[in-house]
Structures are given as structure tokens and as C-alpha cells.
């Protein structure tokens, strides 16, 4: 059986690979979040990249990055995206599930 600990042993890509054999064989959805680290000093537009590198960046098929704005509120940034343009939208969470606050 796949143990979940070989994303910690650096196997990284081979847990990649296999997230997506297996959502591939049974038609599954897969999301993997990872956090970012920021280089302050960077001259780039955007001075962070994910802590799994490029094994896990050149993976995934969307890239959202994900933050609270206030204790109500999140916002939600489209990455990158084979098929939709780079796009923002704030929502929020209730009983009835995710809402888009702008309705």
C-alpha cells in the first residue's frame, strides 16, 4: 500500500507521479496544497515559490494560491491554468458551503 510519509522522505516526484496514476485509473480529483516560501531580497515580481520545487510545480495542471483577508473573508488567485486566464475572487464559507462574496 502507498504510505502518505514518502512526501517526507524526499521522494517527492515519485509521490507526484503516483497521485496521478491513480487519480488517472479511477477518474479522481487530487488536490495536494503546499506551502510557499518567500526570498524577500528577490528582484522577481513575485519574490516566492512553493517549498515542494519543481517536482511539485511542474506537476499540477492549476495553481491557486489561497489567503484570508480578514476573519470572514478569502481570496483566491488563479496561478497558472492550461485553460483559464489568471483571475481573483473573494468567498467565503458557510453552512451552505463555498460563496462567492460578490453575489
Do not use: E
Request: contains cysteine; hydrophobic residues 35%.
Amino acid at each position: 500500500m502507498w504510505d502518505v510519509r514518502c512526501f517526507q522522505c524526499g521522494s517527492r516526484n515519485y509521490t507526484v507521479r503516483r497521485l496521478i496514476t491513480i487519480a488517472q485509473a479511477h477518474n479522481l480529483a487530487v488536490v495536494v496544497t503546499n506551502q510557499i516560501n518567500t526570498a524577500p531580497d528577490s528582484q522577481r515580481p513575485y519574490p516566492d515559490g512553493p517549498i515542494g520545487g519543481n517536482a511539485m510545480s511542474h506537476a499540477v495542471t492549476y495553481g491557486v494560491r489561497l489567503w484570508t483577508r480578514n476573519q470572514l473573508f478569502y481570496d483566491a488567485v488563479i496561478v497558472s491554468s492550461p485553460y483559464h486566464p489568471r483571475n481573483r475572487t473573494t468567498f467565503y464559507i458557510d453552512t451552505k458551503g463555498v460563496v462567492d462574496a460578490l453575489d
